[in-house]
């Protein structure tokens, strides 16, 4: 038997997926977004993660990281160009619809550019459940708020595809 508010845990969960995401670079610290420092995070020793979705948002990444006692994290927001984000054909453990990325010629899809260390992207890795494949891009056209670029990042990608609905 779920324990008395678990079904209304999962429902907000669903209904609140992405979930809210500052409208600005931050560093991610123990379940908060807080300021980044004074000429930028160090990002030496962590990967470039490509981030459309949840993993953007510092609600998920408390949930996802909660077994570090303290965790930080730079996430940049950036804009990828030649890709969209869309639906993927999957609905998750806790009901959304999440999302996936999928190349689009002209298309500049706003993202978030996540740094990891090696034991964040196990945690993070963990929690795709089966889903998405992570897949290393190269050659990419993402721009970073504030000057910068990435040109090669990790990312989740569908198992699933795209949803598609009459072929659309």
Same mark, same amino acid.
């Given at each position: 038997?779920?324990?008395?508010? *678990?079904a209304?845990?999962? #429902? ?8 809210a995401?500052?409208?600005?670079s931050y /560093?991610?610290?123990?379940?908060e %977004? ?5 000429g930028?995070?160090?990002l030496?020793?962590?990967t470039s993660?490509? @981030?459309?979705?949840?993993n953007a948002?510092p609600?998920a ?6 077994p #570090? @006692?303290? %965790?930080?994290?730079p ?9 969209d984000? *869309?639906y993927?054909a999957?609905? @998750?453990?806790?009901?959304a619809?999440? !999302?996936? /990325?999928?190349? @689009?010629?002209? !298309? ?9 260390? %090696? ?14 494949? #992570?897949?290393e ?13 990435v040109?090669? %990042?990790?990312a989740?990608?569908?198992r699933?595809?795209t949803l598609s609905?009459?072929?659309?």
């Amino acid at each position: 038997m779920a324990e008395p508010g *678990a079904a209304d845990e999962l #429902l907000r969960r669903a209904l609140s997926y992405p979930y809210a995401a500052p409208a600005r670079s931050y /560093l991610y610290r123990d379940g908060e %977004a807080a300021e980044l420092p004074p000429g930028g995070p160090e990002l030496a020793g962590r990967t470039s993660l490509l @981030s459309y979705g949840a993993n953007a948002a510092p609600e998920a990444l408390a949930r996802k990281l909660a077994p #570090l @006692s303290e %965790a930080e994290t730079p996430v940049l927001r950036a804009e990828l160009g030649g890709f969209d984000v *869309a639906y993927s054909a999957h609905v @998750s453990l806790y009901g959304a619809v999440p !999302a996936t /990325l999928v190349e @689009s010629a002209g !298309a500049v899809a706003p993202v978030s550019v996540v740094f990891p260390t %090696a034991e964040q992207l196990r945690l993070l890795t963990a929690t795709e459940h089966g889903n998405y494949d #992570l897949v290393e891009l190269d050659g990419l056209d993402c721009r970073l708020e504030g000057g910068g670029e990435v040109v090669e %990042a990790m990312a989740y990608l569908s198992r699933r595809g795209t949803l598609s609905v009459d072929g659309g």
